[in-house]
């Protein structure tokens, strides 16, 4: 730990936007399922938890999907309804208090969803099952635990469908507002609804939605573009999952993809590009090139999430090549995170996974300790 103390990047000032954060941790999004049953409306329970780890810089929400359609797996909460607006407003309330910034991810699963979630067919670019790839509901299982079922067929969305979820997307946006976020995130990543427009393995349109990269870039430029008109571009942000090929997801063109979308989010304006990376033990290493060339299209900041260490972090920051470090699961078990990485505490240990995704209720989620 004592390299760490001796490189301070990740706690000198920075400025995202308008928003000046006093560190560059962020708390990356993380489906954590304690949202009500009935209505997933955010609760009391989940405004413990974020204002336990409001020692980060910035805070992202976990994914929060912007209809019922949108909803791919139990317990997880929306941001369409009143009831909704009014559970997160008593978080961002609790979030500024302690003096952190908070956007909310926005969030369509698309194919990946099932019937037994929400009550409805999926929909996707194109109607292409999502082979190996389950979502989870609570079934009564003894032990709370979660239980995984296969997604369903989806439906190929008409024109009329998209231009509704583009509508769902702009709605959300301005009801994170109404609740008190400080800007939103649009989930474009990990095999979801936007993701899947982007891949050619999982769009097949010929339409103006497909075919060509510029084409599979429409949907996510037009969400964009409806986000940024409701509530600002300095209150937008994009995630994107370029590495990322699970849920039935490799595309060989995906970084040619990727590199057009940059430039025209850049176009936008958009305050952040946050890249999704792989957080398991052996996870490709990200080019160098990569970033170098993301940096070029993408003027603005840069968030890296996904098996990152504070040095590793630091490192990146130090070569310009990333603005913001995302850290996730060691937001899990340690609340004050960034006050253990300055003092070089112990860190807490993931201590019961089958808490992570809503069994525990506070057990595996607000009783982590912080430090006396």
């Known amino acids: 730990m004592k390299s760490i103390r001796k490189s301070t990047a990740l706690f000198e000032p920075f400025a995202m936007g308008t928003i000046p954060l006093t560190n560059r941790f962020v708390m990356a999004p993380m489906t954590r399922s304690r949202a009500n049953e009935k209505g997933a409306v955010p ?70 969803s099932s019937a037994q979630v929400n009550g409805l067919q999926p929909i996707a670019p194109s109607p292409i099952i999502a082979k190996d790839t389950n979502v989870y509901i609570f079934d009564g299982a003894p032990n709370g635990d979660a239980t995984f079922i296969p997604v369903e067929q989806p439906k190929e969305m008409t024109t009329d469908d998209i231009q509704q979820v583009i509508q769902e997307f702009k709605n959300g946006a301005k009801n994170a507002i109404e609740a008190g976020f400080d800007g939103v995130e649009i989930h474009g990543a990990n095999g979801y609804l936007i993701d899947q427009f982007l891949r050619s393995n999982t769009n097949h349109r010929n339409d103006q939605y497909g075919g060509s990269k510029e084409n599979r870039l429409r949907f996510l430029i037009e969400v964009t573009q409806a986000v940024v ?19 039935d997801m490799d595309d060989p063109e995906i970084m040619d993809t990727i590199m057009l979308a940059a430039s025209a989010l850049n176009d936008i304006d958009v305050a952040y590009l946050h890249l999704c990376e792989a957080d398991w033990d052996d996870a490709p290493n990200i080019p160098i090139g990569f970033r170098e060339a993301l940096r070029q299209r993408f003027k603005h900041t840069i968030i890296a999430t996904g098996n990152k260490t504070p040095q ?61």
């Not at 941001?79 to 991810?105: N, P």
């Not at 008109?229 to 849920?247: D, N």
Request: charged share 20%; aromatic share 10%; proline share 4%.
């Open 229 to 247: 008109k409701a509530i600002g571009a300095e209150k937008t942000g994009i995630r994107l999952s370029p590495f990322i090929k699970f849920k």
């Open 312 to 372: 590793t972090g630091n490192d990146l920051i130090q070569q310009n090549l990333v603005d913001l470090i995302g850290f996730g699961r060691a937001f899990i078990s340690n609340p004050d995170f960034p006050e253990r990485v300055k003092v070089g505490a112990k860190m807490n240990q993931i201590t019961d996974t089958h808490t992570l995704f809503g069994g525990g209720g506070a057990k595996g989620y607000t009783d982590y300790p912080k430090l006396p």
């Open 43 to 112: 609760n009391n329970l989940m405004a413990a938890y974020y204002e336990q780890r409001a020692s980060a810089g910035l805070i992202i929400t976990e994914a929060t999907q912007i209809s019922k359609q949108g909803m791919g797996y139990a317990r997880t909460p929306g941001i369409f309804t009143k009831a909704q607006i009014e559970g997160w407003r008593k978080i961002t309330q609790k979030v500024h208090a302690q003096g952190s910034k908070i956007f909310l991810q926005l969030w369509h699963v698309g194919r990946v």
